[in-house]
């Protein structure tokens, strides 16, 4: 059986992914863009070494930064895991933030690999000429890039022009049943109480180093690897001359911002039940796992 532990940064999806999977004796399986990174610790929020050594995970700092781990990778290595436990009946934990990965991994979407990809950018081409050109080829497509997003609106032309087809209809689902039965749950907070918590962590953050740690790899890995976009190390590198409360109130504004996506995604993309209560989500998920034996 597959548990996967969605929602909102901040909520405690790791704590209880652990917790869980502890109790029935399974598998963790990381579903956060951000913790492949092998070098982001700090801002991460990443399980410790000490945590992720008390059980069988997958899929966390198996990258380094000047590396690029595309969704289709990740499909790629996590249905190997999947097909791997699944057949072994041992339970899974699927946990992360980054909706797009866990629908990658469970339905049939029909990615293609980057490195087949002809990606031109020509610096003589506005970003606005770029979002005007997907816009004719996949007004789908274009509709869900903001224009400015430079790197994903030169995907999806690479992918239409390599492929001859639209982005849309590469990387849709083929249906809408998943490939694999699982039981979900995501996690949320009252806003105040998010805000505050996203505030505090940022701040501790700060305190364990953060500004260091995002300088310091910015010394060694180009400033647009994927690895340096993370929330955080973004923010610290292209403003090196702010003060840490400017910082901490800048990461906690995009925080926020990224939690309201989140939010708004896995609403709208899974059937999933919602708590704000962790204890009471364990006793869902510990329930549901007795149902299965």
Not at 31 to 51: M, Q, R, V
Not at 188 to 199: A, P, V
Not at 248 to 272: D, P, S, V
């Amino acid at each position: 059986m597959i548990f996967v532990i969605g929602g909102v940064t901040a909520s405690g999806k790791s704590d209880l992914a652990f917790r869980f999977a502890k109790a029935i004796n399974g598998i963790i399986i990381n579903a956060d863009a951000f913790a492949f990174y092998k070098e982001l610790n700090i801002g991460t929020a990443k399980p410790t070494k000490e945590e992720l050594a008390m059980l069988p995970t997958f899929l966390f700092n198996n990258i380094s930064l000047d590396e690029r781990f595309s969704i289709y990778n990740y499909q790629k290595e996590v249905r190997i895991i999947l097909d791997k436990y699944l057949a072994k009946k041992i339970p899974i934990v699927l946990v992360g933030g980054s909706g797009l990965y866990i629908r990658a991994a469970l339905y049939n979407y029909n990615l293609q690999p980057e490195k087949d990809l002809k990606i031109v950018d020509d610096p003589n081409i506005s970003n606005t000429s770029l979002h005007k050109e997907l816009e004719v080829l996949d007004k789908e497509a274009a509709a869900k890039i903001h224009p400015n997003n430079r790197k994903r609106v030169l995907r999806a032309l690479a992918l239409i022009k390599t492929h001859a087809q639209t982005k849309t209809a590469l990387e849709e689902v083929t249906s809408s049943e998943p490939l694999y039965p699982y039981i979900m749950i995501c996690l949320d907070k009252e806003t105040e109480m998010l805000h505050r918590d996203i505030e505090t962590r940022v701040k501790l953050m700060f305190d364990k180093g953060l500004r260091e740690e995002a300088m310091t790899l910015s010394k060694k890995y180009p400033r647009n690897a994927q690895g340096m976009q993370a929330i955080g190390y973004k923010e610290i590198v292209q403003n090196p001359n702010a003060t840490d409360e400017e910082l901490i109130n800048l990461i906690a504004l995009r925080t926020r911002q990224y939690a309201k996506r989140q939010r708004t995604f896995f609403r709208n993309q899974f059937a999933a039940k919602w708590f704000t209560d962790k204890e009471a989500a364990f006793n869902y998920l510990r329930g549901k796992y007795e149902d299965s034996l």
